[in-house]
């Protein structure tokens, strides 16, 4: 690998780790303010203050180690000067694990962020209010009954 291309690839992979690990340590304390621009960045998450704390939280381990990931790889790469094809399978190892490390981070915040939103939300109810209940399951009146039936009739 060319001298240059080696040094581009340890100061981008260098820079994404620094990104990365500071991203997991606010998400982890609690410290990553909502945002459209860093961090876990769903509808789901962006909903809520707690959605968004939740996501980035459950998302800090594998973050940060996927920062940890492009620190190694990114430091092996400037200190490693020799040609032959070590310089280019420990550029790709060290990209392949950053993205999949950080892509799985992503998408656990996003399903806990999606699971704390689905717990805050109410079921739906008919709240008595059918035009046709035969379709309904479940429907009932302000008295408790099913509109229509025998106890629905005779107190009418």
Known sequence: ????????????????????????????????PRNRFV????????RTADAFALANRVAAPPLGAAGIVALAGGGVLVALDRGGAAPWVLGVIALVGTVVLAGLGGALGARAATAVIAAQTPAPT???????????????????????????????
Request: proline share 3%; net charge neutral.
């Open 126 to 156: 008919c709240g008595g209010v059918c035009s046709g209940c035969d379709l309904v399951a479940g429907c009932r009146d302000a008295t408790g009954t099913e509109p229509g039936s025998d106890s629905a009739r005779t107190s009418a």
């Open 39 to 46: 961090g876990v960045r769903t509808a789901e998450s962006l």
């Open 1 to 32: 690998m060319p001298t240059t291309l080696r040094l581009i690839l340890a100061a981008l992979l260098l820079l994404a780790g620094v990104v990365l690990v500071v991203l997991a340590v606010l998400g982890a304390t609690g410290r990553l």
